[in-house]
């Protein structure tokens, strides 16, 4: 069993430039991220919906759409880009985006036979290796990284072991 509270058995990786899509449905569509078992609804204060390299789909607001995404030709997402792909109902239809990438995080694979809980910073509950879901080698639990270079436990959350693959760099493991 890995002790998933102890820092020193995290290790520094970085977030790979990845392709992914979103879109803006209605406010108060549901979507559903079968490798977190996490439903999510979209409303004012989160409105887009991200679908990942695995076709995993969750929820952002606008902030971290464009602090974390731009569009494939590197061009930043503002509100004026957005504004012009709204269709007559409110929404928007999905699109290509890029993880701008090189950000730096803490990470830790936790075995696919070992299963445990995260409780996140923003209330959610999820599930490490949850049954039903291929994890490739298990999962990882994820973290920033605090204002002394270490692991910041206190924000941590799940990100698939194949996901991980796709968006982070695997050197470490």
């Known amino acids: 069993m890995v002790n998933i ?19 803006m449905p209605r406010l108060g569509t549901k979507v559903y991220n079968k490798f977190e078992k996490s439903h ?11 679908v990942g390299t695995q076709g995993e789909e ?9 602090a974390t995404y731009t569009y494939v030709s590197g061009t930043h997402i503002t509100y ?3 504004k012009n792909k709204l269709n007559a109902d409110g929404t928007i239809d999905k699109f290509p ?7 730096l995080n803490y990470a830790l694979r936790v075995p696919v036979a070992q299963k445990v809980s995260i409780n ?22 994820v973290c920033g990284v605090d204002n002394n270079g270490q692991p910041m436990l206190n924000d941590r959350w799940v990100v698939n072991g194949l996901i991980f693959e796709d968006t982070y760099d695997m050197r470490p493991f």
């Open 97 to 103: 985006i890029v993880a701008s990438g090189c950000n």
């Open 120 to 141: 996140t910073a923003w209330g959610d509950v999820l599930q490490v290796n949850a049954p039903g879901v291929k994890h490739g080698k298990g999962d990882f639990i």
């Open 5 to 23: 509270n102890d820092p020193i058995l995290y290790k520094m990786t970085r977030k790979k430039k990845y392709k992914i899509h979103c879109y």
């Open 40 to 50: 999510y609804i979209t409303d004012k204060n989160k409105p887009f919906v991200l």
């Open 58 to 66: 969750w929820v952002v607001d606008f902030k971290k759409l464009c």
């Open 80 to 82: 004026e880009s957005l």
